[in-house]
């Protein structure tokens, strides 16, 4: 439950001087005056008169007698069994579900007092309550259905003492799971130290909370914070659902009365279950299951709200909000094409073959024999691969791989006429392949390329994923090229162009070809095949016109091989020209922001994105500080993606305050700001936010879109919102699209827990 509880302020009061106590139907008499005054007044803000109850007077009357004994205003009773205003009710009564209370205190009076005395008496201290804006809030308060009150005079400083109690009654939701909520003890003053300067993280746990295929999933981005959080093995999260039929209209909403729950407990997960179910692919972070939705409440819109269990009890409660978010997409980066003067061919090399030839572990004939169909073409040459895993030992390695290569080439032989056909044959361990695997297993950072150390780690961690890598390091093929002829309107006629330059080495051809493809659209690079890797992709000289075609049609190509591109060529990019530079630190930018768009980025993507420091001294001709280069911006916009996969904050800040510049000093228009704002939320900058949008509230210049980001953002920014404020963002938001703001607030039907927010949808979308 959430219980409302003001400050006071001591108001004084002068009263007749009398002499006696005041009497048991005295005090009844000024509490029927007293209630008249109030609920007059509750009347005319259009709210429900208070009725009385004699369990909230019993709470009143005992902190009357013991404030008036201390002669002091308090509304915390010290070393009693009763300290809290929730404790003196529910010591008679456990189905109020808010409780508030205002106190006073009057000058020296005397008594008996009569009937216009009592009246008078009534009336001051109505308006000193109403003077009081903590006071006055209680007393117009949608939260308070119920008020009663207990006076005690106190005979020494002749002053009464008065207390009011609010309470209003909760609901028993059918359907619990457990009669004494599992356990969970209501929170108590330690839970303040048990959160420590924790609590912003706990309301992010909440907006981190969603159900999927009838599961509440908790996706947290930060594990070692929680590991922070949940200290003991009684530390934990619990569920609580909330239906939509519990925040009706027309009556009021219907919150379990229990200190735990206010919809249905789900049974409370702790510490070492937690985490030791998480699910999350990226080691940094957390999903875990807290929870299945019961029967008796499938196909009901259910919204979860999380409690917080410190040292067995709960310490915090948070209400989710959906709150909009979007990054920015990449500005876009024309290319640089290379275009040399060269006339296209009509023949030449212009088919290219792959025979694939499978060998098990320490053997050196093929599982099977590949099938070879040329269909009579003319062979120009042969490139022979041969290879050996390299979990053997080099000595064992070099017979095997060389055996391999002799029987594929008198295979061929067998099976062509291959007299005078030149035959390069490349038999070797397969460490290149083994390198690029320690890369994406992230392993490249540790052991390097010390062959013997990678021998000694892949014969100790022998799992599935190495037998697999093993198997295709033994993969050998042929690779068969042939010669024919074919016209300019050959569908083929580029392709036929590019491989036969690259057969022949002629690379002004190659840059030829490769810039018509791009120009025409005919963007094939047939990236599966070997040919690739080995003729193209390997020459500095064709890099950047081969970076402009990947990019011209990024989603057309094989990840891994753009991976394997990037990667090979940033590593030594002195070897390149300054255009081709260019055209790969875009490819860059784009493929790992690709690699890292999943909040949950596997360990195989992440380990596929070059670390950001080691590109950054490439960017260092785009940083100029007059004009920003698109190119930089992009560069942050992947780097702070890259860094908030492993929460590394500093980077994740500097990133961030370079995009927020940079998009700040370029905004005109209200959607800028808005596109600006949705950036703060995708980072969870709720305030920045808020104060962004307020500025053009505060003056009138809002358009729709900025009006419901902005409602739906106000309420996170802090607990202590203001709710005149909200309610005429919500105002504003209803001018622009009113079936729009139902529709949200029916969705995200929590908002309705504010009083304000309820009446106005109640008023506004039943109509």
């Not at 915390?76 to 456990?94: G, M, S, W, Y």
């Not at 914070?225 to 939509?244: C, N, P, Q, W, Y």
């Not at 802090?718 to 404020?725: F, L, M, V």
């Amino acid at each position: 439950m959430k219980f409302k509880f003001f400050l006071f302020i001591i108001l004084a009061i002068s009263f007749q001087k009398l002499d006696a106590q005041i009497s048991i139907a005295d005090e009844e008499k000024l509490a029927i005056f007293l209630l008249e005054h109030i609920n007059k007044l509750r009347i005319e803000k259009g709210k429900q008169a208070l009725k009385r109850h004699e369990d909230l007077a019993k709470a009143a009357k005992i902190h009357s007698t013991y404030i008036s004994k201390r002669n002091k205003l308090t509304h915390i009773q010290i070393k009693t069994a009763l300290p809290q205003p929730k404790d003196r009710v529910e010591k008679f009564n456990t189905s109020f579900a808010n409780i508030g209370e205002n106190i006073l205190y009057s000058k020296t009076i005397k008594t008996p007092l009569s009937s216009t005395g009592l009246k008078r008496l009534a009336f001051d201290m109505f308006r000193s309550w109403k003077n009081s804006p903590g006071h006055y809030a209680n007393l117009i308060s949608d939260s308070f259905t119920y008020g009663d009150f207990g006076f005690t005079y106190n005979a020494k400083s002749k002053r009464v003492f008065a207390v009011q109690v609010f309470g209003k009654k909760g609901h028993v939701i059918d359907g619990q799971l457990s009669k004494n909520a599992f356990g969970i003890q209501p929170r108590d003053v330690s839970c303040h130290y048990l959160i420590g300067n924790k609590g912003n993280i706990v309301v992010n746990m909440g907006n981190a909370i969603s159900i999927v295929d009838d599961e509440v999933i908790l996706s947290h981005h930060n594990l070692e914070t929680m590991h922070e959080i949940f200290e003991s093995v009684k530390d934990g999260l619990a569920i609580d659902l909330v239906a939509r039929d519990q925040l009706q209209c027309g009556e009021e909403n219907r919150l379990d009365v229990s200190n735990i729950y206010e919809g249905t407990l789900l049974e409370p997960k702790y510490r070492d279950d937690i985490f030791g179910s998480n699910t999350a692919q990226n080691p940094k972070r957390l999903i875990v299951s807290l929870g299945k939705i019961p029967e008796h409440l499938k196909n009901k819109d259910l919204s979860p709200n999380l409690i917080l269990i410190k040292d067995g009890k709960k310490c915090s409660y948070a209400v989710p909000s959906n709150i909009p978010s979007r990054r920015y997409d990449l500005r876009p980066v024309d290319p640089e094409i290379l275009i040399p003067d060269e006339t296209l061919k009509t023949e030449g090399v212009h088919g290219i073959y792959e025979v694939s030839f499978d060998f098990k572990t320490g053997k050196t004939i093929p599982i099977i024999n590949p099938e070879i169909q040329l269909e009579g073409r003319k062979v120009h040459s042969i490139d022979i691969k041969s290879f050996t895993s390299v979990d053997g030992n080099s000595a064992t390695n070099n017979v095997l791989h060389s055996k391999r290569a002799s029987y594929i080439r008198d295979f061929l032989n067998k099976n062509l006429e291959l007299s005078e056909i030149p035959i390069t044959i490349n038999a070797k361990e397969n460490w290149d392949l083994c390198f690029y695997h320690l890369e994406l297993l992230g392993l490249d950072r540790t052991l390097g390329r010390n062959k013997e150390a990678i021998r000694a780690y892949i014969l100790n961690n022998l799992d599935d994923k190495w037998e697999e890598s093993l198997s295709l390091q033994r993969q050998s093929k042929a690779i068969i090229y042939t010669i024919g002829s074919w016209s300019e309107a050959d569908n083929l006629h580029l392709n036929n162009n590019l491989t036969n330059a690259l057969l022949n080495k002629n690379y002004d051809l190659a840059n030829q070809a490769l810039a018509e493809m791009y120009f025409s659209g005919k963007d094939d690079l047939f990236l599966n095949e070997e040919f690739i890797r080995d003729k193209l992709f390997d020459k500095p000289e064709l890099v950047q016109n081969v970076a402009a075609l990947l990019l011209k049609n990024i989603s057309y190509y094989a990840t891994d091989n753009i991976v394997f591109f990037v990667r090979n060529w940033l590593s030594k990019p002195d070897l390149l020209s300054e255009e081709a530079q260019k055209n790969l630190l875009n490819l860059y930018t784009i493929t790992s922001r690709e690699l890292l768009r999943k909040w949950d980025s596997s360990v195989e993507d992440f380990s596929k994105v070059l670390h950001p420091e080691k590109v950054e001294p490439l960017f260092e001709n785009y940083k100029n500080k007059d004009k920003v280069s698109p190119l930089f911006l992009n560069f942050h916009m992947s780097s702070i993606e890259y860094f908030g996969q492993i929460n590394f904050s500093p980077k994740i800040n500097e990133s961030f305050e370079f995009i927020t510049n940079y998009f700040k000093s370029a905004a005109k228009s209200v959607k800028d700001d808005t596109d600006l704002s949705l950036f703060f939320n995708s980072w969870s900058m709720y305030t920045m936010t808020v104060d962004r949008l307020m500025e053009r509230f505060d003056i009138g210049k809002m358009d729709e879109n900025s009006a419901f980001v902005l409602a739906k953002t106000f309420v996170a920014k802090t607990k202590d919102y203001d709710p005149e404020i909200l309610l005429n963002i919500h105002k504003l938001s209803i001018s622009f699209n009113k079936d729009r703001w139902c529709k949200w607030i029916n969705k995200d039907f929590q908002n309705l827990r504010d009083d304000g927010v309820k009446n106005l949808f109640c008023k506004t979308c039943n109509n």
